[in-house]
């Protein structure tokens, strides 16, 4: 008669780990980057906004926190929410410009995992969670940079060859801000590092809006490819980048002149370019108003900053803000809404309350910005913040269920 031999229990847990991690490995909610990033994002952008709020109330951030409430929160609306969005957004899209597969589902579990911890070690705000925190957001965007880049150049995909610079400053200066309280006694320098971010993402947006806003307006209005004349596109750009230069270097260097032309010389661009884009005909379509009005605001946003430097009652800090809740804010989720129906197989046809997201982050930037010229800040702050947590909190309602499996 055999004898039985008692089996190790290590060998015998081995086939239920590894069934296990393939089991999550194999989902679909991380066959792409912008399942995980944009919900990560939406749910994050709004407990975020949450504990800002709460700061003003006096329930958040304790008086040992390390980095100051304001850095976290200009910190965690520009990277720990646009820029995951936008790494979610390209890492999906540099499939289809390259025809070749993105990052493997454990690539972006990995980068989930890690996005989570630095979320972790900024919420924690102590200077040990924050040494951790900046360890692995620079590792992070080393993932992100090398991956996407490696599929460029490897197909050769010169026409997004552009996006690869634009991205990695967006991440240098991430590291700069989540590192600056251990360097910069000022968190003035630090916000205006932070602020050169977001006109970082000015150039990314005229970049991918440039061609995806003209080509969304023909698809789904049905109308000719509108198209702007061939030397606009570059003189923006340019415009850009110059204006994003002067910026930041103002923030160290006396300069006998302002950033102000320049900005509502871009701001100016922008529009023009928006009027051969054939507005009139989405006004009936969310995925594409929602898109112009977005390009719009930005457009206004450059030109309201420029003229905070002339006029006492416009502040620089609230004429960004139409940038980055109408322009920013908005775009994102209207890119969102598309690209997670587009990517998982359904049809281009939101839910109805899709419109309400829009409206209600249209609505945040212009609160945010008159309630602060009449001098009623506070109440600026939390009632455009709850228009914001109210269109994320939709967003994850409408769109959890689409990220998390393909239509079967």
Do not use: C
Not at 32 to 53: C, I, K
Not at 91 to 106: E, H, I
Not at 195 to 218: C, E, K, N, Q, S
Not at 307 to 317: A, E, N, P, T
């Amino acid at each position: 008669m055999a004898v039985l031999q008692p089996q190790d229990p290590r060998l015998a847990s081995d086939k239920p780990q590894h069934q296990g991690l393939d089991k999550i490995l194999n989902h679909d909610f991380l066959s792409l980057a912008f399942r995980p990033f944009f919900l990560l994002a939406a749910g994050a952008s709004a407990l975020s906004l949450m504990m800002w709020v709460g700061f003003f109330l006096g329930y958040t951030f304790q008086d040992d926190a390390f980095m100051t409430p304001t850095v976290w929160h200009v910190h965690e609306m520009i990277f720990g929410f646009a820029a995951t969005v936008a790494v979610g957004f390209v890492l999906t899209a540099v499939q289809t410009w390259t025809k070749l597969p993105s990052l493997s589902k454990g690539w972006v579990l990995t980068l989930v995992v890690m996005w989570l911890a630095v979320r972790a070690g900024l919420y924690i705000n102590s200077q040990a969670s924050l040494t951790i925190a900046i360890v692995v957001q620079l590792i992070w965007w080393v993932i992100v940079i090398g991956g996407f880049s490696r599929l460029l150049f490897k197909s050769e995909n010169k026409r997004n060859y552009v996006l690869i610079p634009v991205i990695s400053v967006i991440g240098a200066l991430n590291i700069a801000v989540i590192t600056s309280p251990f360097f910069v006694e000022s968190p003035l320098v630090t916000l205006h590092i932070a602020r050169t971010a977001i006109l970082m993402f000015v150039i990314l947006m005229g970049l991918i809006g440039g061609r995806v806003i003209p080509f969304f307006t023909a698809s789904g209005a049905r109308v000719p490819a509108p198209q702007s004349p061939s030397w606009l596109t570059p003189l923006v750009a340019s415009v850009s980048v110059i204006g994003v230069l002067i910026f930041f270097i103002s923030g160290f260097v006396e300069l006998p002149f302002t950033p102000a032309a320049i900005m509502m010389l871009g701001g100016a661009l922008h529009l023009w370019r928006l009027s051969f884009w054939k507005s009139a005909v989405t006004f009936k379509i969310p995925l594409l108003w929602s898109l112009h009005l977005s390009y719009l605001l930005m457009g206004l946003g450059l030109i309201a900053i420029g003229l905070s430097y002339h006029l006492d009652g416009l502040m620089f800090s609230d004429a960004l803000h139409l940038i980055t809740i109408g322009a920013i804010g908005l775009m994102i989720f209207s890119m969102m809404s598309r690209v997670s129906l587009g990517h998982t197989g359904r049809a281009l046809q939101p839910s109805r309350w899709v419109n309400l997201i829009y409206a209600l982050m249209a609505g945040a930037a212009f609160v945010r910005v008159i309630m602060a010229i009449t001098h009623h800040n506070l109440w600026g702050w939390i009632i455009s913040a709850a228009m914001w947590v109210v269109a994320s909190v939709i967003f994850l309602v409408l769109y959890s269920p689409i990220l998390w499996r393909n239509e079967s």
